[in-house]
């Protein structure tokens, strides 16, 4: 089955500076990789979004490249503020099931 | 608003106690799934269900049960079967049946806890 692996599992960054995320997949099946964002006790929210047919999607200051050759993709993001300190995951889609990483905490030190 | 409602936020279960979780959705969408999230871990499947009263096991459904009776509601019965039951539970849904690559939108969870 598919296997999606999320690195780093911490993450600290000075507010304004940038954060990265990265994920890789293993069944070249999948074809739809969103982004979650969890604050603490809270389900996780979707942030953003790519399907296989992309390989570059920006929304303000998220952005998510794809890489279908290398099997991975990866979360970026500008302009920290301490508002984006959360949990993010990763997931893939085959089209039968999502599965998901195991998450980046992600801190912005003000 | 619309979205997902899970209740309640935090429950606990006895020994040898079945214990339900809720889960509500006013977002018309026809499918909904049950995850099961444990520190440091990818979010597991539990079960899903693409449409009413049909519904199927996911990765990890031993000692759980549910039922789709309505299209708004889901619920998600932890039996006594399921040893470690501990976990944050999230419940979702999305818009297609019978398709997993649309979004998924989840509720806010219940933390279920053993006494």
């Known amino acids: 089955g598919e296997n999606v692996e999320q690195h780093p599992s911490t993450l600290s960054v000075q507010e304004g500076d940038s954060a990265v995320i990265k994920c890789t997949y293993s069944d070249s099946a999948s074809n739809y990789f969103p982004w979650y964002k969890q604050e603490l006790g809270k389900g996780p929210q979707l942030i953003i979004d790519i399907r296989s047919n992309v390989g570059e999607k920006k929304d303000q200051r998220i952005a998510v490249t794809l890489n279908k050759t290398a099997k991975h993709f990866s979360l970026h993001i500008t302009e920290t503020q301490p508002e984006d300190s959360a949990v993010y995951f990763c997931a893939s889609n085959t089209g039968n099931q999502f599965y998901f990483g195991t998450g980046t905490s992600l801190t912005v030190i003000p | 608003d619309g979205g997902i409602t899970q209740s309640p936020k935090y429950l606990f279960r006895k020994e040898g106690q079945n214990v339900t979780l809720s889960c509500e959705q006013n977002l018309n969408h026809d499918a909904m799934y049950w995850y099961r999230q444990d520190p440091g871990q990818g979010l597991r499947l539990i079960y899903y269900s693409q449409i009413v009263n049909d519904f199927q096991k996911g990765d990890i459904a031993e000692g759980y049960s549910v039922s789709r009776e309505k299209k708004e509601s889901f619920p998600l019965t932890v039996t006594s079967a399921q040893k470690n039951p501990t976990a944050f539970y999230l419940c979702?849904?999305?818009?297609?049946?019978?398709?997993?690559?649309?979004?998924?939108?989840f509720g806010s969870g219940t933390q279920l806890s053993v006494l």
């Open positions: 979702a849904s999305s818009e297609e049946t019978g398709r997993f690559n649309e979004k998924l939108f």
